[in-house]
């Protein structure tokens, strides 16, 4: 392997500016019905943390579609700031809004006209040259049409009606937004580069470590004024490979309130991983792992990209082999969900082993998007299922087929059987592991389903 430093190293004018998925943001004071649009839009879609216990009833981002478009919505409503007063945490929620969106729906109540709250989202909003679409909800029927026209005061053009419970106008109200996507919106990375994130609670060093990895002081490019949003990935080449780190750019944004909350951070990790390959979740080997931290894994796992553990700050902490042992060992029973993570103890700061990490993305995109031969496929799971046979289940025993690989990023199998009500979560758990112990698939998460043979 050659020296890193200099290889990783490309210039300022080969970071390229990219343009994600446009961003839609809903804000408005409480109880305008800013989480029955939130749903309206998203639909039965099951957004990336549906399943994580805790954050299930309060989805604040999730993907969504309408006609051609293809965008994320976030209800910024969501986004509780610490124990802020009541105007605060408005203004606050605007403020993300106009950071993290391209086009922003400014959500009232048509039932109880313009009021001081509305007005002081509004006051923030005209800050914004990010467009805004004003949202006029609980207009349930024709009559109450005419509720709109006092809206028109705030000074955003026309009010669009809409009702939430009942599904009307959410087809013009997304109409209108989709008409200020940017145009570069909906393009992604070439599927031959690596693209990958740093992920974690703030302060665990998703910067420093960046900047270490592209090996320079500075992650800015420049700050390229009048961008609607600026989320400036960082492209380098390495042994003629080339990689993305994705999202650095809101990570530089320090010093505001909500930076610091659960929420917005989490918000912030989903963008990120949704554009990843591979996802590095950063801990503080200083501070050890906290609630938050297990949390933010869990998104990169659930979302299906290859993970790898990143303990930073191992120059802080008295370095013998017990207590990297320890650590790792407390990692593992912490983030069980995570048993095909690999841990690598660095630090940013000293540019310890931060060598190691280029080559271990390289393994967990490779295993990410592997395809195993289905006839050695099928050989391992039938020795397996041979060696140990599932138990029986009120007399009925799961018999295996056939077995196939029908998906990779992340690889998935589907498992022949004659019923699978059989297939029972700990057999599903073995056969994973006969897979793994076959094949390999470190970093990455593979999914197994069982279907019933026609
Ligand atoms: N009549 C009527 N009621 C609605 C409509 N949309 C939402 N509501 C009701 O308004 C109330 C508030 O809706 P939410 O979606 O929780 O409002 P929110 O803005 O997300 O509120 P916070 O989470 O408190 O910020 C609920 O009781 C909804 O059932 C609508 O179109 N018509
Ligand atoms: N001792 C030590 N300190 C580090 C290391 N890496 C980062 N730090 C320090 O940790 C603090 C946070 O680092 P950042 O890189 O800004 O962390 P971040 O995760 O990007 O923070 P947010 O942008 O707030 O999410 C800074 O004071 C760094 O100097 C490390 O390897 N060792």
């Known amino acids: 392997m050659k020296k890193v430093n200099n290889e990783l190293l490309i210039s300022a004018f080969e970071r390229v500016k990219f343009m994600a998925k446009p961003v839609v943001a809903i804000v408005g004071r409480p109880n305008v019905g800013k989480s029955t649009i939130f749903n309206r839009i998203v639909g039965e879609r099951i957004s990336i943390v549906e399943d994580i216990p805790g954050v299930t009833r309060d989805r604040i981002y999730s993907s969504a579609e309408w006609l051609a478009y293809d965008f994320n919505i976030i209800d910024t409503g969501g986004i509780e700031i610490g124990d802020e007063p009541f105007l605060e945490q408005i203004r606050l929620q605007a403020e993300i809004a106009i950071e993290e969106a391209d086009v922003i729906i400014f959500l009232v109540n048509g039932r109880e006209g313009v009021t001081a709250a509305d007005e002081e989202v509004a006051k923030i909003l005209y800050k914004t040259k990010k467009p805004v679409v004003l949202g006029v909800n609980k207009i349930d029927n024709p009559e109450m049409r005419s509720e709109i026209y006092d809206f028109y005061a705030l000074g955003f053009g026309e009010p669009v009606p809409i009702s939430g419970s009942h599904g009307l106008g959410i087809g013009d109200l997304l109409d209108e937004a989709a008409k200020h996507f940017p145009k570069t919106g909906g393009k992604d990375y070439d599927e031959d580069i690596i693209k990958f994130s740093l992920i974690g609670r703030p302060n665990v060093g998703k910067s420093s470590l960046t900047n270490a990895i592209l090996g320079e002081d500075r992650v800015i490019v420049s700050d390229i004024a009048g961008t609607t949003r600026d ?224």
């Open 231 to 454: 989320a400036i990935d960082s492209n380098f080449k390495y042994n003629g490979q080339e990689y993305v780190i994705i999202d650095t750019a809101g990570m530089r944004k320090k010093g505001k309130v909500y930076e610091s909350t659960e929420k917005y951070s989490v918000l912030r990790a989903l963008r990120a991983i949704e554009r990843s390959d591979v996802v590095l979740v950063v801990i503080d080997g200083e501070e050890g792992i906290i609630e938050q931290d297990k949390h933010i894994a869990g998104y990169a796992h659930e979302a299906g990209r290859a993970v790898i553990i990143v303990v930073n700050k191992w120059d802080a902490v008295e370095k013998d082999e017990k207590t990297m042992k320890e650590f790792e060992q407390n990692i593992r029973e912490h983030f069980l969900f995570l048993s095909y993570a690999p841990i690598v103890f660095l630090s940013a700061k000293t540019k310890k082993r931060i060598h190691t990490l280029v080559p271990m993305i390289d393994l967990a995109s490779e295993n990410h998007s592997r395809r195993v031969q289905t006839t050695i496929l099928n050989e391992v799971i039938m020795d397996a299922v041979a060696r140990n046979p599932a138990p029986t289940d009120k007399g009925k025993r799961l018999k295996v087929y056939y077995t196939t690989q029908v998906a990779v990023k992340p690889p998935v199998f589907v498992v022949f059987v004659n019923d699978p009500e059989l297939m029972h979560f700990s057999y599903q758990r073995f056969l994973e592991n006969r897979i793994r112990e076959a094949f390999g698939f470190e970093g990455t998460p593979i999914k197994i389903f069982a279907r019933e043979r026609n």
